[in-house]
């Protein structure tokens, strides 16, 4: 499957390779800017609130890793592991409650 | 692993790589603009003709395909050469590899040799599902920095953040669901679905709509295209893509939507299942024309529910798309962690006291 999908993924790079007419000169080459020349260059700082959610998903995610073994055999462990399952998902929504309270999720 | 089994292997990846490149692609293409031209009392998709017949618009995808073929590959001055050419193979073949765990059909013995309609049957289906369609994250990210373009920068920052968000909701939304079937394998919770009232949706139809929710926004499909808001960012994270490596990213579009709604009919609508009718009673039906025959009856029988069902999705997803405006960027992030991740928490607690208490009879 693996070996079909990355067949076709190279099938197609290479059709447009090969078969497109390529007309290179300066002014086309530029990077789009709706047709201004690009005045500062992309590669510079951008918000650190991208940073902080790719953060907080570190932990959510590692939550949800958690708590998939936990889920396949839930109904063997009875009440004693929800019990101590809903103690660990409320710690981390005590975490959730947090950034949210520190406005870490808000966006303006 | 004999000849047989091997046979049987290429002949399932033949039919799924045919069932979405070959198939749901270009239809999806056609859909994409015939529905929009209904919905919005516009006549559409009609000019490319092949002799005089327009075959109500069909055509256009073969002549995007043909057009597209033979466009310019283009890459703007201080790209990173190698990357913006690797960022849509890394985009495309996770949406395809990811059908790989998800059944179209249950198991059948046909003349001695059993047949289990699925790829690759594997214990942590449902695991396998996440894990690869996280990568298609990368894609998108690298054809945002790589093209050296302001644009694709803010597209690929917006996409990366956004489907980080989506990506801990969506696996935390299926959580209630394999508490319920107690199992990751999809085939497994394919097989416990035989009973309408064990399907997914009956109980967890909470579930389905954070988990298409979610698996809308993790495809950055309208109403969550934020990434490649053609009013604010041009095309986004593609901007400076062309010729068939815009169509790679446009592919992996399209083949994730058949895979968020083959993801959703083996999680929530009995894969296979015809409603109250389990496999050996359908193959009971057909015993008149002897056992192989009648088994093969009740395998095309499944995969043909499988498809209808997986059609009707596609549809949802697509009303969906011409619905709804596209939410603000603030909104999206807000919906994602201030609704649905806490809403999905809840369910786990809902679904676990359920269970307990004996008011969702597990299957």
């Not at chain 2, 001695?112 to 049957?121: M, Q, R």
Request: proline share 4%; with cysteine.
């Amino acid at each position: 499957m693996f070996a079909v999908a990355v067949g076709i993924a190279g099938t197609m790079i290479g059709l447009s390779e090969f078969l497109g007419p390529r007309h290179v000169f300066r002014e086309k080459m530029e990077p789009f800017e709706c047709g201004e020349n690009p005045i500062v260059s992309p590669k510079q700082r951008f918000s650190v609130r991208f940073y902080l959610v790719a953060m907080l998903f570190i932990v959510f995610d590692i939550e949800a890793v958690f708590l998939f073994p936990w889920a396949v055999i839930f109904q063997s462990l009875g009440l004693f592991g929800f019990v101590e399952m809903m103690i660990f998902i409320l710690l981390l929504a005590a975490g959730l409650v947090y950034v949210w309270k520190k406005g870490a999720l808000e966006w303006e | 692993m004999g000849i047989a089994e091997m046979i049987e292997t290429i002949v399932k990846i033949g039919f799924i790589i045919g069932l979405t490149i070959g198939f749901f692609a270009p239809m999806l293409a056609w859909v994409e603009r015939k529905q929009s031209a209904v919905m919005q009392d516009r006549i559409g998709a009609n000019r490319a003709d092949f002799f005089g017949f327009t075959v109500i618009g069909l055509l256009h995808s073969l002549a995007d395909a043909i057009k597209l073929i033979f466009k310019e590959d283009f890459i703007p001055r201080g790209a990173e050469r190698a990357l913006h050419t690797l960022a849509p193979v890394i985009a495309v073949i996770p949406s395809l590899i990811a059908f790989a765990v998800i059944p179209f059909g249950g198991k059948y013995t046909l003349w001695g040799h059993e047949v289990n309609l699925v790829i690759a049957d594997l214990d942590v289906g449902v695991l396998y599902v996440f894990a690869i369609s996280s990568l298609a994250t990368y894609g998108v990210v690298i054809a945002g920095w790589a093209s050296n373009n302001n644009w694709s920068l803010l597209g690929g920052l917006r996409a990366s953040a956004q489907m980080f968000s989506y990506e801990v909701a969506m696996g935390l939304t299926v959580i209630g669901l394999i508490m319920f079937y107690q199992s990751l394998s999809m085939v497994d919770i394919v097989a416990k679905q035989d009973n309408f009232f064990h399907w997914g949706i009956i109980w967890h139809w909470p579930a389905f709509v954070l988990f298409l929710a979610c698996a809308v926004a993790e495809n950055k499909r309208v109403p969550f295209d934020a990434p490649e808001a053609e009013a604010e960012l041009v095309a986004g994270y593609f901007t400076e893509y062309s010729g068939m490596k815009f169509v790679m990213f446009w592919t992996a579009e399209f083949i994730e939507m058949v895979t968020i709604a083959g993801l959703c009919v083996a999680l929530f609508f009995g894969g296979h299942h015809v409603p109250f009718i389990t496999d050996a009673e359908l193959a009971g039906g057909f015993s008149f024309l002897g056992p192989n025959v009648s088994n093969l009856v009740a395998m095309l029988i499944g995969v043909g529910v499988f498809i209808f069902k997986l059609v009707a999705l596609l549809i949802l997803q697509m009303t969906i798309r011409w619905t709804m405006p596209r939410f603000r960027y603030d909104q999206i992030m807000k919906l994602g962690w201030k609704m649905i991740l806490p809403l999905s928490l809840t369910w786990i607690f809902i679904v676990g006291v359920g269970i307990l208490t004996g008011v969702m009879p597990s299957p």
